[in-house]
């Protein structure tokens, strides 16, 4: 079946402006995940969400980060007025959670990059 | 903050030849994920292992977590070119949905 889609692919912007990067989650699945990823490093985790449950913001950065999330669809994560240190790859991931295991599947991730 | 942490950062084997890579972590986990990332984009799950196994094989991976240590391994047997990738571990502190991830093993594997 269709797996994770995110878009776009890459995104280049200039410092200031406000960005949109889009997660089409696995069908069926309940739970999806923002991480961002730095150059050379990790995955940072940015935010959850659970079905109807509240979101766990716990990993966002900012008050320039947020994310929405309709139902158990798509997703989106906005930056506003983006800094220089936001490039990063933003990764997507949705998984079900079954016996309090969260199997991740991620999407290709949107490479940003601000000038 | 991250939780596990992978040894080495690098690894460049022949090909045919076995790769090895630890993973170190702090607090009790509830299961252990391995991830390989090609190209700097997208992860691809290779293998769960849980709190209470001790080693798990799928394919030519095989993984062993020891929780007395809180380590893990994953190795690689008779790599292929296409197996040249980052590596990351990945631990759920007890049973949290929220994945740490180490900064990886990137293996390089020589024709």
């Known amino acids: 079946g269709a797996g994770v889609s995110q878009s776009p692919s890459n995104k280049v912007t200039e410092k200031g402006k406000d960005v949109e990067l889009r997660c089409d989650p696995i069908s069926g699945h309940t739970a999806l995940y923002w991480y961002r990823q730095r150059l050379g490093q990790g995955l940072e985790f940015l935010i959850y969400f659970q079905g109807n449950s509240a979101p766990d913001k716990s990993g966002l950065p900012s008050d320039r980060f947020s994310a929405e999330r309709t139902g158990e669809s798509v997703s989106t994560l906005t930056i506003q007025r983006t800094q220089q240190e936001d490039s990063a790859v933003y990764l997507c991931?949705?998984?079900?959670?079954?016996?309090?295991?969260?199997?991740?599947?991620f999407g290709p991730g949107t490479r940003l990059t601000v000038t | 903050s991250q939780q596990g942490e992978e040894d080495p950062q690098a690894l460049s084997i022949q090909e045919g030849e076995n790769a090895t890579m630890n993973c170190s972590y702090k607090t009790s986990i509830n299961n252990l994920q391995w991830y390989r990332q090609n190209s700097g984009r997208g992860l691809v799950h290779l293998i769960l292992i849980r709190s209470n196994e001790r080693e798990k094989h799928s394919g030519r991976l095989r993984v062993t977590l020891d929780t007395s240590k809180k380590s893990s391994s994953l190795l690689i047997t008779a790599s292929r070119a296409a197996d040249t990738a980052s590596y990351f571990c990945a631990t759920d502190a007890n049973g949290d949905y929220k994945l740490s991830f180490g900064a990886g093993t990137t293996v390089t594997v020589r024709a």
């Open positions: 991931a949705s998984s079900l959670v079954v016996g309090g295991t969260h199997e991740q599947y």
